[in-house]
């Protein structure tokens, strides 16, 4: 039996305690009316484990004696069974002599056996009650005796009477046997380590008696209304009976149910049955009625730790392998970035294009054209007023009309994917040497003392830099979901980052999650919030989880309210606090558990705590630990005392500066009984922490805290999971500090537009994560790691030098490998990998004079036929690079022939076949999937045509109509005469 029950069965008789004085952190257990200054070991005990020895040695006596009273009581019995026998003989005989007629004098029955042994005085009715009771009937809890009416009615002759005393007799024997035998059995197997025979007997008593026993009056409180959600089984009942053995029974005999694969982790069978099974933790849905009963009922008594001796003795490190002890199956397997983000990180461009990949910033800069070309009319009428106005103001400024000033809007180039690298390499340049004055003052050309002239021109023109910020657009407006989603102004890159954040990031074993802020203080922006502790009090919150080594983000989330939409009126928030962790790790990791066992530490804050989500998290296969919050459901009530229902006295409060009688370091645990990983704590610093956690230990450990007033640094004793909490929180505030704390895009550049900002925050974030790559890629490399500041230098000196064939060399390679370098020597020599090369087969010339090089059909022109007006045509170019897939050895079935003329028009711009092949369709990579007569046209390998002539077998010219027919269209048509093609390959 646990102390605490034992306890409180001994508070019940009238003990006593008192708390440790001086040194001492024993509490002193006194008997009912004795002092300190009686005998020790007998009228009073020190400490917890000397009144258990005590209390060990009672029930050992207890138990032998009750023993020796069960053999004992069967001789003693038989004896008072044959005295009443020969009483009952006489007195019938007695009686029957004074009845009957007077015959012949007959002797009375020699004495058997057991009547040898009779006493010579008669038993009395006062003797036989004073002993164990007699056995009448069949009944073996039949204890009345029978009067003696009932005595003269049950037999009819003293034979009779004699057999059915024998009969209950052997009953009675066997039954003292079956005592004895349990009995021994008891004692063995609470030597064998088994159940203990005193909590054996406990609960005979309990079943016997068909109520509760002593201990169990003592422990189990009055039923509540909140009870009316249990089973029909008083659950308070059956918890407290698993209490009573939950530390020593094996879990062989609690019920089966489907637990998840960690064993270590098994709820309480009663509590799975109470909340309506293990899917009820997992979904959350855990009743309120359960956690105030859980609160009341569902913790261990208080232990309280204090740090004088554990700070007198010398420090011991914590040992390598203890967080796997603490953490049992905790993951021990590889994690941090992905093979091919370390191999797309030979470069910090290449880093950061990994996770802001080309095709992206090409999507954001086709949603940049249309939303100018969209809001033109607008843009017109806004410049014809300023011009109307300026003219009143002055004559010789004239205003120009609509019309022109809509022609010269209508002749800026379309915006480009590269364009908006090179506009966010410079920006990096105003966050490295920032300028607070307006970004045009970048490209002045005079210097005023020691402020130099802008060098911002030398990449790009301030009017093209300034169409390029007023257009910036990601999602268009006409969408259905811009009026329920209020992210979706930036949708399209959040749910591009979340993805790459995810695929470039093996999660570690510990992770972090925390609250992060973008900030904006716009009143457009509905995404807005305000929290105090942050440096930036006012913005847009993010959800992170993040690594706590390198405070990589694995994973953000935008929160955009507990309101869907304008007109909605939800009072509880099902989108923040422990819903946001739930749903932010079953993004990464999936709905369901590792099925190996492995399981991961989750640590937050109290924003996120409580019972309930640590119990889901368990289920999932995270461990948590974070601070929480006094008014969570489920808490101790011992620990943190609640007001009750009709109670008129308030609960005390806890303070909340540290009293001067405890100690600074001082904790007090409370363990849960039903969920063994769970535990409660208070930490006693300068003021009161209570933390709440799975798994852990509370082991005593030390922190290095420093004095707000002096400065001093100060060794503070604390609990293994506070220092754990400690050393492990900060994976989100450290990717705060580099992101917000010197070197920012957000807070470099103002915008009017608050989506805009938003968007620079979101760049920050994947520089940050592109960052923390690099430098793991320099790592596996053995190079030294790169300081922050150099970073972004060299990122900015990369992204400002990009030019059309550094693009279309990142479109094309899926590693993203090739990216400039400070030099530029990379970007000269990715001009020549893909040229027009003229093709070195020649035929005669017309009329047999001279000779041309042979042609061959345009892939390009072939697949597009039929989808505009511009008629197809041959080429005698193809590129030195691209090559199609075939079978074929023959080195003319691989190449790529590409017109350079100008005839199709791609997403409104006049392009060549060669530009349309590797810049529209990146290398061919994403060739439109055509039709023609109803059948998809393919773009298909073919070697080129034999023709049979007189004097023998050459290859000859192909015509335009038969490659378009046979060798781009999947229409097999009649072939040509004399024409044999010995391969042919999709």
Not at 854 to 882: E, H, I, M, N, P
């Amino acid at each position: 039996m646990a102390f605490q029950a034992r306890w409180r069965e001994l508070k019940k008789a009238g003990w006593t305690s008192k708390k440790p004085t001086g040194l001492s952190v024993d509490i002193t257990y006194l008997r009912p009316g004795k002092t300190k200054k009686d005998v020790r070991g007998q009228d009073y005990f020190i400490g917890e484990e000397e009144l258990m020895k005590y209390l060990d040695k009672i029930d050992i006596a207890a138990l032998e004696a009750k023993k020796k009273a069960r053999r004992d009581g069967s001789a003693n019995a038989a004896r008072r069974r044959q005295a009443g026998n020969a009483a009952v003989a006489r007195k019938r005989a007695t009686k029957d002599s004074s009845t009957s007629e007077p015959g012949p004098q007959h002797p009375p029955p020699p004495p058997t056996s057991n009547a040898s042994r009779v006493p010579d005085h008669p038993s009395t009715p006062s003797s036989a009650a004073t002993g164990p009771a007699v056995i009448h009937g069949v009944s073996p809890h039949d204890t009345t005796v029978p009067a003696e009416s009932d005595t003269e009615d049950s037999s009819g002759s003293a034979e009779d009477l004699q057999a059915s005393r024998r009969n209950l007799d052997a009953a009675f024997e066997d039954a003292d046997d079956s005592d004895d035998a349990s009995a021994d059995s008891d004692l063995d197997a609470d030597d064998e380590g088994g159940v203990s025979a005193r909590e054996d007997e406990e609960s005979k008593e309990y079943l016997a008696g068909g109520g509760q026993s002593a201990e169990e009056i003592s422990i189990v409180p009055q039923p509540t209304t909140t009870q009316a959600i249990l089973p029909s089984l008083n659950l308070t009942l059956r918890m407290t009976m698993a209490t009573m053995r939950i530390r020593r029974l094996t879990t062989s005999i609690l019920p089966k149910y489907n637990y998840p694969a960690h064993s270590e982790l098994r709820f309480d069978g009663e509590l799975i049955s109470a909340i309506g099974g293990v899917a009820s933790i997992t979904s959350g849905a855990v009743p309120d009625a359960f956690l105030k009963d859980m609160g009341e009922q569902g913790w261990s008594e208080l232990k309280t730790q204090t740090p004088y001796d554990y700070l007198m003795q010398p420090y011991e490190p914590r040992a390598p392998g203890s967080m796997r002890v603490d953490y049992p199956n905790l993951y021990d397997g590889e994690s941090g970035p992905t093979a091919r983000a370390l191999e797309a990180a030979s470069t910090p461009s290449g880093a950061f294009f990994y996770f802001m990949q080309p095709a992206l910033w090409d999507d954001i800069a086709e949603e940049s054209t249309d939303y100018f070309e969209e809001s033109i009319d607008e843009r017109v009428d806004g410049q014809h007023a300023k011009q109307v106005a300026r003219e009143r103001k002055d004559s010789n400024c004239k205003a120009k009309s609509r019309e022109r000033i809509r022609d010269e809007l209508l002749k800026a180039p379309p915006i480009t994917g590269r364009e908006l690298c090179v506009f966010i390499g410079l920006l990096l340049a105003r966050s490295i040497a920032p300028n607070k004055e307006k970004l045009a003052h970048h490209w002045r050309t005079t210097e005023e003392g020691a402020i130099p002239r802008g060098s911002f021109g030398r990449f790009m023109t301030r009017d093209r830099i300034m169409h390029l910020s007023r257009n910036l657009h990601f999602s268009s407006n006409n969408n259905h979901k811009a009026a329920s989603d209020r992210a979706w102004k930036l949708r399209p890159v959040i749910d591009a980052l979340q993805l790459q954040f995810a695929a470039g990031y093996t999660p570690p074993a510990i992770m972090a999650f925390d609250e992060a802020m973008l900030p904006s203080r716009s009143t457009f922006n509905r995404m807005r919030v305000y929290i105090k502790d942050k440096p930036h009090k006012w913005g847009t919150k993010l959800f992170m989880l993040c690594c706590w080594t390198t405070a990589y983000c694995i994973r953000f989330e935008v929160y955009c309210g507990k309101k869907e939409r304008a007109g909605e009126s939800n009072s509880t928030d099902h989108k923040s606090g422990p819903a946001a962790v739930v749903r932010n790790l079953q993004q990464v990791f999936g709905p369901t558990p590792p099925p190996n066992g492995d399981m991961r530490l989750v640590v937050m804050d109290r924003f996120y705590s409580s019972v309930p989500l640590s119990m889901q998290l368990l289920t999932m296969g995270f461990y948590s630990i974070g601070t929480v919050r006094t008014d969570r459901q489920g808490l101790s009530t011992k620990l943190i005392p609640k007001k009750k229902k009709g109670d008129k006295k308030k609960p005390p409060k806890i303070p909340k500066n540290r009293p001067a009688s405890i100690e600074r370091g001082t904790f007090i645990v409370a363990d849960a009984l039903y969920v063994d990983a769970m535990r409660v704590l208070r930490w006693w610093d300068t003021r009161s922490v209570h933390m709440l956690s799975t798994g852990g230990s509370v082991q005593p450990d030390h922190i290095v805290r420093r004095d707000k007033l002096t400065g001093e640094q100060q060794e503070v004793m604390c609990p293994r999971i506070v220092k754990d909490y400690q050393t492990y929180m900060g994976g989100v505030d450290v990717h705060d500090q580099l992101r917000l704390q010197r070197y920012s895009l957000q807070l470099c550049m103002k915008y009017k537009k608050y989506y805009k900002g938003l968007f620079l925050g979101l760049v920050d974030l994947a520089i940050i994560n592109a960052y923390i790559v690099y430098n793991a890629a320099r790592a596996a490399a053995n190079l030294p790691k790169m300081r922050h500041v150099k970073f972004l230098k060299q990122l900015h000196l990369e992204l400002s030098q990009l030019s059309d064939e550094d693009w279309e060399a990142l479109q094309s390679d899926e590693k993203l490998q090739a990216t400039p370098s400070k030099e530029g020597t990379t970007a000269r020599a990715r001009r020549a990998d893909h040229a027009p090369v003229p093709n070195d087969e020649w035929r005669p010339g017309n009329n047999n004079q001279g000779r041309k090089r042979r042609t061959r059909v345009c892939k390009v022109c072939s697949l597009l036929k039929g989808t505009s007006s511009a008629r197809g045509g041959d080429s005698s170019t193809y590129c030195s690079k691209c090559e199609l897939p075939t079978s074929s050895k023959k080195p003319m079935a691989r190449r790529v022939f590409l017109c350079k003329k100008k005839r199709h028009t791609v997403k409104g711009e006049l392009l060549s076949c060669f530009d349309i092949w590797h810049k529209a369709w990146r290398n061919g990579t994403l060739a439109p999937a055509l039709k023609s007569g109803g059948k998809k046209r393919v773009i298909r390998a073919r070697a080129p045509a034999i023709r049979e002539v007189d004097d023998g077998v050459e290859e000859g010219e192909e015509s335009e109509s038969n490659e378009q027919s046979g060798n781009e269209s999947s229409v097999e048509g009649d072939r040509p005469a004399k024409r044999v093609r010995p391969d042919a390959t999709d």
